[in-house]
């Protein structure tokens, strides 16, 4: 009656190295929204729990985007300011 209920770290155990959470945090880490299918292709995750992470992860990147559009933009004026052109 007790070994019917699985704890989660023997969940974690029985999936493969690539769904695992630490995995998939740092393939987020490393390439960004890149990472999204092993969140989709993963056999545990809610549909919620995929919708919510595909949600911050792009909301993520568009802010990442546009927080390095402004860095350029500055950093080149910086630069004509520099050599007078």
Sequence with gaps: M???IKTDKSDQKSLPWYFKTPVIVIAFLSVGPLALPMVWFHPRYTLLKKVVVTVLA??????????????MKLLMQLYHDLTGN
Excluded: K
């Design 2 to 4: 007790g070994n019917d």
């Design 58 to 71: 792009v909301v993520l990147t568009y802010y990442s985007v546009v927080a390095m559009s402004n860095s």
